[in-house]
């Protein structure tokens, strides 16, 4: 009896704790950068486009077919929305945004791109070439180049 007890009570805390899980962190409530609601700061302000406004304004300017943006944050700072997006065409060491500028109801691409490149580490074997001169591999792929 005492271990059915036991267990009853442990299955009834796990779905508690579920529910509690599930009612944190599935909500639909948008964010700040700073973590403040951005419901409350449209109420406080009553300036800012709604998530889904600023979302039309990002699909027309940002997505072409086939791209998909990311659910939006909202920087209360630069009073613009940022949507991360998965575009057909990027560049190297980038990372997309659609940004919606609140005041101008524009968007525009923002990059975030990191500068750094990939860095190839080649062998330390060499070659002698047809002058005599010995070379070791370079450049992205790490071939022997002879004067």
């Known amino acids: 009896m ?3 007890v036991t267990i009853l009570t442990i299955l009834v805390l796990l ?9 944190n962190f599935t909500n639909d409530d948008i964010y700040t950068e700073g973590g403040k609601k951005v419901d409350d700061i449209k109420e406080a302000k009553g300036t800012i486009l709604s998530e889904a406004e600023a979302r039309v304004i990002a699909e027309k300017s940002c997505v072409k077919g086939g791209e998909v943006l990311g659910r939006g944050v909202y920087n209360e700072n630069s ?6 997006a998965n575009l057909n065409a990027t560049h ?7 940004v919606v500028n609140e005041e101008t109801k524009t968007a525009e691409i923002n990059w975030r791109c990191t500068g750094l490149k990939e860095q190839v580490a080649c062998t330390m074997d060499a070659r002698q070439c047809l002058d005599g001169s010995y070379v070791g591999r370079t450049g992205p792929k790490c071939e022997f180049v002879c004067p």
């Open 79 to 84: 009073k613009t929305w940022w949507y991360d």
């Open 2 to 4: 005492k271990k059915a």
């Open 15 to 23: 779905i508690l704790g579920f529910g509690i899980f599930k009612f």
């Open 92 to 98: 190297e060491g980038c990372n997309p945004a659609c």
